[in-house]
C-alpha cells in the first residue's frame, strides 16, 4: 500500500518529496541536538539530506515502511517525521519520530503518531508495534507513555550510526 495522506486536527501527515529538502536539512537534519538520540547523525552536508530523501521517496510503495512528513496546517510547515516500518529480522513492527527543536514540547509528535498507530491497525491490520529510546532521552519516553507503549526491557540502543552505544528501553503496544 502506498504510503497515504493522514490528517489531524492540526497537521496533515503525507509522503516526503524532493522539494522538502531545505526543510528536512534546515528544520532537523543538520541539527546535532535532535540527533543526539537518534540512530542517524546529524547532516553536515544537504546532499546526505538529499540522498535521505531520494532513498524515502523510494520507500512510498513499499508495504513494509510508512513514512510521513509532518506538516503544520496553519503555516504549511514541515516540523518533523513520524515512520512505522517492518523490522525483519525481529518479525514485528516499531515507531520511529523526530520532529525540529523548534517544534519540541507542543504535543505534535504524540499527535503525529496517535494517527499514524490508527492507520497500523484500521489500514493494515498490525496488531502490536515496538518502540526504543534511549533511556536519557525523556521526551521519547514521554511520547511512548502518552501513546500507551508499556516497559517491556533494557536494551542497547545504538546513536549516531553505531558509534554511541546508549543504555535503551524498549517498550510494546497492542493495538
Same mark, same amino acid.
Given at each position: 500500500?502506498?504510503?497515504?495522506? +493522514?490528517?489531524? %486536527?492540526? +497537521? #496533515?501527515?503525507?509522503?516526503?518529496?524532493?522539494?522538502?529538502?531545505?526543510?528536512?536539512? %534546515? /528544520?532537523?537534519?543538520?541539527? @546535532?541536538?535532535?540527533?543526539?538520540?537518534?540512530?542517524?547523525?546529524?547532516?553536515?552536508? #544537504?546532499?546526505?539530506?538529499?540522498?535521505? +530523501?531520494?532513498?524515502?521517496?523510494?520507500?512510498?510503495?513499499?508495504?513494509?515502511?510508512?513514512?510521513?512528513?509532518?506538516?503544520?496546517?496553519?503555516?504549511? =510547515?514541515?516540523?518533523?517525521?513520524?515512520?512505522?516500518?517492518? #523490522?525483519?529480522?525481529?518479525?514485528?513492527?516499531?515507531?520511529?519520530?523526530?520532529? !525540529?527543536?523548534?517544534?519540541?514540547?507542543?504535543?505534535?509528535?504524540?499527535?503525529?503518531?496517535?494517527?499514524?498507530?490508527?492507520?497500523?491497525?484500521?489500514?493494515?491490520?498490525?496488531?502490536?508495534?515496538?518502540?526504543?529510546?534511549?533511556?536519557?532521552? =525523556? !521526551? @521519547?519516553?514521554?511520547?511512548?507513555?502518552? +501513546?500507551?507503549?508499556?516497559?517491556?526491557?533494557? #536494551?542497547?540502543?545504538?546513536?549516531?550510526? /553505531?558509534?554511541?552505544?546508549?543504555?535503551?528501553?524498549?517498550?510494546?503496544?497492542?493495538?
Amino acid at each position: 500500500m502506498k504510503t497515504p495522506v +493522514l490528517e489531524t %486536527e492540526r +497537521l #496533515i501527515l503525507r509522503s516526503f518529496k524532493m522539494e522538502d529538502v531545505k526543510d528536512v536539512f %534546515e /528544520g532537523w537534519e543538520s541539527d @546535532s541536538d535532535v540527533a543526539k538520540y537518534m540512530t542517524w547523525t546529524s547532516h553536515n552536508d #544537504i546532499n546526505k539530506t538529499i540522498d535521505w +530523501l531520494k532513498f524515502e521517496i523510494n520507500q512510498i510503495e513499499k508495504e513494509d515502511w510508512y513514512r510521513f512528513a509532518l506538516i503544520e496546517k496553519e503555516t504549511g =510547515q514541515l516540523i518533523g517525521t513520524g515512520l512505522i516500518y517492518y #523490522i525483519h529480522e525481529e518479525l514485528c513492527w516499531s515507531i520511529a519520530y523526530n520532529l !525540529a527543536k523548534k517544534y519540541w514540547g507542543n504535543g505534535y509528535t504524540i499527535e503525529a503518531m496517535k494517527e499514524i498507530l490508527i492507520f497500523a491497525k484500521e489500514e493494515l491490520g498490525i496488531k502490536e508495534i515496538i518502540g526504543g529510546y534511549a533511556k536519557e532521552n =525523556q !521526551a @521519547s519516553e514521554n511520547v511512548m507513555r502518552k +501513546l500507551g507503549f508499556r516497559y517491556e526491557k533494557d #536494551i542497547p540502543y545504538e546513536c549516531n550510526n /553505531g558509534t554511541v552505544i546508549r543504555e535503551g528501553k524498549l517498550h510494546r503496544l497492542n493495538l
